[in-house]
């Protein structure tokens, strides 16, 4: 199975890594409870395979999202800021603009989709 390098391409970005830590809060699926804001989840959501009657898919087209969470709303604009310029090369941005509000853990949340071009 081939997978989204998202973590790979977010750790060697020194933006994402100033918001994020060394030891980046950017998880698959879903954060450990008490993980310190801000963070950041990405999760698959869906995607189709690039098809040829020739031949079987080259390519995956993969969608994803990615929601940042913070106490500090500006901190959670800058958080999506950064991850979305890292990770814009080797995606194609479909909405930019995703945000809310979490009553329950008084989180901010900024996020975006996007889908990946996976090289099978």
Known sequence: MIYLSI?????????????F???L??????????TSTPYAVWQEVGGNAENSLDCPAK???IM?????????QKRAYEGREAIRKALENQSYILN???S???TETKLFSRGFDA???LAR
Do not use: C, S
Not at 11 to 17: E, G, I, L, S
Not at 25 to 34: K, L, N, T
Not at 64 to 72: A, E, I, K, L, S
């Open 7 to 19: 973590y790979k391409t977010l750790n060697a970005d020194a933006a994402v890594k100033a918001i």
């Open 21 to 23: 830590g060394d030891n």
């Open 25 to 34: 809060r950017i998880y698959e699926d879903i954060a450990p409870i008490g």
């Open 59 to 61: 390519t995956d087209h």
């Open 64 to 72: 994803y999202q990615v929601m940042v969470y913070d106490t500090n």
């Open 96 to 98: 930019p603009r995703i």
């Open 100 to 102: 809310g509000y979490e």
């Open 115 to 117: 889908n990946w071009f």
